[in-house]
């Protein structure tokens, strides 16, 4: 691990000022990803500020009838949270399917949101990868990519987004709230919050340097049956080879997002003009353009019968 400076910001604008000013600067709050990267020396950052003494751990009703979910709230107190265990179903098992109860315990919203990609060769500092040193080329390309995408890929990068909290967030079109380093407060929505890959896959989401998450809103409880399924090697402690996030009303429409299968949460709102129409009709939309390896062709099938499982539990009730 590289020396590094180390200092606890007293409010949010002020840690977005520090991270700004100092190069290589990073934040920490539970640290279950980034520590990991800094002992591999993936990242190497010059100075981490510590946010966990800022006040954004509260899980709070917004006056529109919503919820906002603090930064720091961690994984297992928002997947137990009553309200959203009521109204936001599909979060709470989102959260429950991913990582360990030990590391839930740690995690923090903002800080799923924001986790690098699991992909093998990004962890191998001897293959190239253009996630971590741009420029370098691809490994996965050409290698051993079960894992990787089938959708929105590119030349430079087929590597997966792991958070199995973000596809949910997706499917219920959440905001992320930030401050940036000027003190000056935004709210993205969570479908432009993560980048594709393109030519610059080092560059994973919109966030400026120094720009802090301070918070995630959703919006109104959409009602309908929520349900998330998660297909992966292991029945615990493992990603998604493909998840799906769906939200289905009585009449038979509703919102699906998948996970597993690209650089961020994948959500086509035209493949849910045609939920009415059956599992397959949906899938045809949403995985127009997959374009896979032969590793991990079998996603293509794969997505279509999870799918076609959940709207099939959906229905059940």
């Known amino acids: 691990m590289k020396v590094f400076t180390y200092q606890r910001a007293q409010t949010a604008a002020e840690a977005a000022a520090a991270a700004a000013r100092t190069p290589g600067a990073r934040f920490i709050a539970g640290g279950t990803n980034l520590l990991d990267l800094m ?16 006040a954004l751990d509260k899980i709070e009703p917004t006056p529109d009838g919503g919820l906002r979910i603090g930064a720091l709230v961690l994984n297992t107190d928002l997947a137990a949270d009553a309200c959203v265990r009521r109204d936001y179903g599909v979060l709470s098992r989102a959260l429950l399917a991913g990582a360990s109860a030990q590391l839930r315990n740690r995690a923090t919203t903002a800080g799923n949101l924001l986790q690098r990609t699991r992909c093998a060769y990004f962890y191998d500092t001897n293959q190239p990868c253009n996630k971590r040193v741009p420029g370098s080329g ?19 990068c087929i590597a997966t987004h792991p958070s199995d909290m973000a596809v949910a967030m997706r499917v219920l079109d959440a905001e992320v709230e930030t401050v940036k380093p000027d003190g000056s407060m935004r709210v993205v929505p969570i479908a432009d919050f993560h980048r594709l890959p393109g030519s610059t896959p080092h560059i994973e989401h919109v ?9 995630v809103k959703l919006p109104r409880p959409v009602g309908g049956t ?28 509703g919102r699906v997002a998948l996970g597993g299968v690209a650089h961020k949460p994948w959500r086509v709102e035209a493949a849910e003009q045609h939920m009415g129409r059956g599992a397959s009709a949906v899938a045809d939309v949403l995985l127009a353009g997959a374009k896979p390896t032969h590793d991990n ?9 999870t799918l076609a499982s959940v709207l099939a539990e959906a229905k059940k009730g």
């Open 39 to 54: 002992k591999l020396e993936i990242e190497t950052p010059t100075h981490l500020v510590d946010v966990n003494g800022l």
């Open 138 to 156: 691809c490994s996965a390309i050409g290698g051993f990519s079960r894992q990787h995408a089938v959708l929105g890929a590119s030349d430079a």
């Open 207 to 215: 966030l400026a340097p120094g720009e802090l998450i301070t918070g």
């Open 226 to 253: 929520h349900v998330y399924r998660k297909v992966r090697d292991r029945a615990s402690y493992a990603f998604a080879l493909v998840s799906v996030a769906a939200v289905i009303q009585p009449g038979g429409g």
């Open 297 to 305: 062709e079998f996603k293509i099938p794969l997505v279509q019968r």
